[in-house]
């Protein structure tokens, strides 16, 4: 009955006329960057952030959480029509959807994408509803040891999921790590490599670093090559998917909807590992494996429905013990500090009206993102021929002024630029930045309550395997490196990223 | 709403000017005429939160714009060493604290400011004070309890505070001196994850603010002493009433202007921004922050300067703390 007046709540405050208005923006532009291949939620949040700072923060995270699970929307319309993935997230989808499309099922494809969607958003809605308490009074039960434990737990997932070389997304931790390490050290006070520049006493900023490394080298990258877009010419007809379909697609949604939402939970999870594996399960429990890739409709119905379940239980850790899995919660947690609001098992007793009002937005925002998809879609077709010469230039100056506004200062726009230069330099190499920006973010939180436990212990370090909680996560740690020291799993691993690779 | 669109447009146009000229056009030369409130910290803080609301009576008592700068970044100094250089003529005012006036000349070796070289105080604006609180699932019951529990259990005596180098940290050494025990420090990243740990009980005690446990007082957290003159709260004793005389903490924000100010100057601002704060609205906004108004002249505050760098001087001198 708890349930019940919580999302009551919730759905009082989803439902003002603000947050209303608010969430459809967040959904609209987060379809319209999906849409647009090369500018993705990461860049957008990061844009956007300063401007959310005259919203009640309740009305911000609710139009930052739109922007992000309608890119994974929108993104799908791009893989299925253009065969350009919108979103990292959507690649799979290409596979599959693409093929429909050339089939003159792009429209049947479309419709199982929003409805597979809204179907994987309702039920990751519910289950956060429900975990949320139980998850946010075990974190109450976590210390320095656990948070450690945990830490080191995600870093390696962040490495086990990288696509491409385990060495550089070795190689991309640690380097994240080390910039981590720029500013006050939280346990003793005292400023390490800030080199005597007031600017870097706290560290470097968060805003910068994720601007520079994934917005500005995208879009240099993007100068480099030529405009080469292809829209589907063939008409898109028949939204309705025959009989056939629909039952191919029903299991298909289930499976990738709780596929997505497990992952989704998970530390260095989320959305694009979501729709990868989803994929690769479909694939091998079906009857019919050699028809993926030719415009199998489950093929795009699981991926999905996963990404998109995830993109909403990765707000579970996030909301209960205050850690971002992923670069876009860790940018939530960034919006919500700014906001004042410290991101952890406390947010649901504290201001219970922005912790429900955000998870009910959330179904609140799917159901808009049908009814926003389906009609629009020849809208966003059109969108696809807006010159980059116009489009890049206008995000350009966007970003400049977002960062200078998060601190009024111009030391910032230069460390972007920096970032920028440096990230693409990364995409050179085929480094991913992702494993270095939760490097970024853990590493300093990991140190943190590393030194913690090791002071409240008076520097016994058994406290990290005395502790079951602590044991487990680095048990299952120890488990994934051992998984991804294995020959004959790395090489399919290798196989499995190719394959996506070739793809996009 | 005014001001938001204003601040917008400014920064519009200053991105704009970064971005089409050179960045050496940056700094270009301050407007005479509006009166600036320079507050070191990131917008939606409890000094912004402060400095809005003073800034908001400011206008109609002055008849002029008053505008909050937030020049946030290294625990303030960035805005600090910003605001030396302003005019002083009564058009640029700062927002500070113990940790920019009382702490940093301490224990930084080079500091790009002098606190009573480069401003002139102005006035004390509220003070909060300090507690000693135990999870609520502890079997400490008071202060005393808490003393026998530190001598039978000397290598548990940690305590958290909200950051190194704080005061409640360096209120944490004074308990530690009284109680003759060495107590152990747990620095955390500001309150909120203080509050956290102390509620699930991963740390036997700690040092923070009144308002950040009150509001969990008495079920989740129990507060055993605040350390301020008088009883904050009627049901939790002080430290001074239990007999510890010289256990006091008290945490302050204050308004400085830049040394040449003149006094005449300095005099109607004060004026201005007493009679600002002992607005009733005002006093309850500022008093439902958990904090008491003072509304000092500037000599008072001169010498609350001067009596907690004295106080707190020798405690920090012994820590050995350092910044840089």
């Known amino acids: 009955m708890e349930l019940v007046s919580n999302l009551a709540l919730g759905f009082q405050t989803a439902i003002s006329p603000l947050n209303l208005f608010y969430c459809f923006l967040g959904v609209l532009i987060g379809t319209l960057i999906g849409v647009l291949p090369g500018i993705g939620p990461v860049q957008t949040i990061a844009i956007l952030l300063p401007a959310t700072f005259a919203l009640p923060p309740v009305t911000a995270l609710i139009m930052l959480a739109g922007i992000y699970y309608g890119a994974q929307y929108g993104g799908s319309t791009t893989s299925i029509l253009v065969n350009v993935p919108g979103e990292a997230s959507s690649v799979v989808t290409c596979m599959d959807g693409y093929q429909m499309a050339l089939q003159g099922r792009a429209g049947a494809a479309l419709t199982i994408a929003a409805l597979g969607s809204f179907f994987a958003g309702c039920f990751a809605t519910l289950l956060l509803a429900v975990l949320a308490i139980p998850l946010s009074e075990l974190a109450f039960k976590f210390g320095p040891a656990e948070y450690f434990s945990l830490m080191v737990f995600g870093l390696i997932g962040s490495i086990v999921f990288a696509s491409g070389s385990v060495i550089k997304?070795?190689?991309?931790?640690?380097?994240?790590?080390?910039?981590?390490?720029?500013?006050?050290?939280?346990?003793?006070?005292?400023?390490?490599?800030?080199?005597?520049?007031?600017?870097?006493?706290?560290?470097?900023?968060?805003?910068?670093?994720?601007?520079?490394?994934?917005?500005?080298?995208?879009?240099?990258?993007?100068?480099?090559?030529?405009?080469?877009?292809?829209?589907?010419?063939?008409?898109?007809?028949?939204?309705?998917?025959?009989?056939?379909?629909i039952k191919a697609a029903a299991p298909a949604v289930v499976r990738g909807t709780l596929t997505g939402s497990l992952l989704g939970i998970l530390p260095g999870g989320g959305v694009i590992l979501a729709s990868f594996i989803s994929y690769m399960l479909e694939k091998k429990i079906s009857r019919d494996p050699q028809s993926f890739g030719k415009g199998n409709i489950r093929g795009v119905a699981s991926p999905e429905s996963a990404n998109n379940a995830a993109s909403q239980t990765c707000f579970v850790p996030l909301l209960t013990l205050g850690i971002p899995s992923n670069v876009i919660l860790a940018m939530m947690a960034g919006a919500m500090i700014i906001h004042g609001i410290q991101p952890g098992p406390r947010v649901i007793s504290s201001n219970p009206s922005l912790f429900w009002g955000v998870i009910v937005s959330m179904w609140v925002g799917n159901l808009m993102l049908v009814i926003l998809n389906l009609p629009l879609i020849g809208i966003w077709v059109k969108l696809l021929s807006v010159p980059y010469r116009l489009l890049y230039p206008a995000i350009l100056l966007f970003c400049c002024i977002g960062i200078y506004s998060v601190n009024n200062n111009t030391f910032d726009i230069g460390l972007t630029a920096l970032f920028g230069l440096l990230g693409y330099t990364f995409a050179k190499l085929e480094c991913e930045p992702a494993p270095l920006i939760l490097g970024f973010v853990l590493g300093p939180m990991m140190e943190e309550n590393l030194r913690r436990g090791m002071l409240l212990s008076r520097g016994d370090p058994s406290i990290f395997f005395t502790r079951p909680l602590s044991l487990a996560f680095l048990l299952m740690a120890l488990a994934m490196l051992i998984v991804i020291a294995l020959p004959a799993i790395r090489r399919k691993r290798e196989d499995a990223f190719r394959e996506e690779g070739e793809k996009s | 709403m005014r001001s938001i669109i204003s601040k917008w447009v400014g920064m519009v146009v200053i991105a704009a000017v970064v971005v089409f000229?050179?960045?050496?056009?940056?700094?270009?030369?301050?407007?005479?005429?509006?009166?600036?409130?320079?507050?070191?910290?990131?917008?939606?803080?409890?000094?912004?939160?402060?400095?809005?609301?003073?800034?908001?009576?400011?206008?109609?008592?002055?008849?002029?714009?008053?505008?909050?700068?937030?020049?946030?970044?290294?625990?303030?100094?960035?805005?600090?060493?910003?605001?030396?250089?302003?005019?002083?003529?009564?058009?640029?005012?700062l927002f500070v604290n113990p940790a920019l006036f009382v702490v940093s000349p301490m224990v930084y070796s080079k500091l790009s400011y002098d606190p009573d070289k480069d401003f002139n105080p102005l006035s004390q604006i509220n003070t909060y004070e300090f507690v000693l609180s135990v999870p609520g699932s502890s079997s400490i019951k008071d202060v005393k309890g808490l003393m026998e529990w530190m001598k039978k259990n000397p290598k548990q005596a940690n305590y958290g505070s909200p950051a190194a180098g704080s005061l409640p940290h360096f209120f944490g050494l004074m308990i530690s001196k009284y109680a003759g025990v060495e107590m152990v420090h747990a620095p955390y990243s500001g309150s909120a994850p203080l509050v956290t740990a102390l509620i699930g009980a991963q740390i036997p005690m700690a040092v923070d603010v009144f308002d950040t446990h009150i509001q969990h007082h008495p079920d989740k957290i129990r507060i055993l002493a605040t350390a301020g003159a008088s009883r904050k709260h009627p049901d939790i004793p002080t430290f001074k009433e239990l007999g510890y005389k010289d256990i006091e903490g008290v945490g302050w924000n204050g308004i400085v202007v830049p040394s040449k100010t003149p006094k005449p100057v300095i005099d109607k601002l004060n004026q201005a921004v007493v009679k600002a704060i002992k607005m009733p609205d005002v006093t309850q906004k500022i008093q439902q922050m958990g904090s008491d108004v003072t509304g000092t002249t500037a000599e008072e505050f001169g010498n609350i300067l001067k009596h907690d760098r004295e106080k707190w001087g020798p405690i920090i001198k012994a820590s050995g703390f350092k910044a840089d």
């Open chain 1, 169 to 245: 997304a070795v190689g991309m931790v640690v380097l994240g790590l080390i910039l981590g390490m720029v500013g006050t050290d939280i346990t003793s006070g005292t400023q390490r490599f800030s080199f005597g520049i007031p600017e870097l006493a706290d560290g470097l900023g968060f805003v910068p670093l994720a601007m520079g490394l994934f917005g500005i080298s995208e879009i240099i990258k993007s100068l480099e090559r030529r405009e080469k877009r292809e829209v589907l010419k063939s008409k898109i007809m028949g939204f309705w998917m025959s009989k056939k379909e």
């Open chain 2, 21 to 93: 000229l050179s960045v050496s056009l940056g700094s270009a030369q301050e407007i005479k005429g509006p009166i600036k409130i320079i507050v070191p910290y990131p917008a939606g803080g409890g000094s912004d939160v402060l400095a809005r609301l003073i800034a908001d009576k400011l206008k109609d008592s002055l008849s002029q714009t008053v505008i909050v700068e937030n020049k946030p970044g290294a625990g303030g100094r960035i805005g600090t060493e910003y605001a030396k250089g302003q005019p002083a003529d009564g058009s640029s005012m």
